[in-house]
């Protein structure tokens, strides 16, 4: 069975840095473009980062870019995603999540709705930005 296990959230001041890490299993990690999304109280999933196969390709929501990176580690089977001055309105549960291709690229281009019904998702991980 495929499990992602995500870790790294927690309670922080604006401006302040938190990583998240999210370990797989149960699949070939290493052949598979992995997600995280996110979703603040009370409003819609958003996706926030993706990365290909490789760790080469990667895309960023607007909202984010500039100050989260998205990275990988193939031979732990893990994905990271390092946040850099946060804002409250990052407060949110941060997934994991493996999207099948081609649906995971028709999401990030907005051609596909965004639903927990679709791919592989984490337990999810509590991020709080406030002061």
């Known amino acids: 069975d495929v499990n992602l296990v995500e870790s790294g959230g927690g309670l922080v001041q604006p401006g302040e840095s938190l990583t998240l890490s999210c370990v797989a299993s149960g699949f070939d990690f290493s052949t598979e473009w992995m997600y995280w999304v996110r979703q603040a109280p009370g409003k819609e999933l958003e996706w926030v980062s993706a990365?290909?196969?490789?760790?080469?390709?990667?895309y960023y929501a607007d909202s984010v870019k500039g100050r989260f990176t998205i990275s990988r580690d193939n031979a732990k089977n893990t994905m990271y995603l390092q946040m850099n001055r946060l804002k409250p309105e990052d407060t949110a549960v941060y997934f994991c999540?493996?999207?099948?291709?081609?649906?995971?690229?028709?999401?990030?281009?907005?051609?596909?709705?965004?639903?927990?019904?679709?791919?592989?998702w984490g337990q999810g991980t509590q991020v709080t930005v406030s002061s």
């Open positions: 999540v493996r999207f099948p291709q081609p649906g995971g690229m028709a999401i990030l281009q907005g051609r596909k709705s965004l639903g927990r019904d679709f791919g592989d």
């Open positions: 990365l290909n196969d490789g760790g080469t390709n990667r």
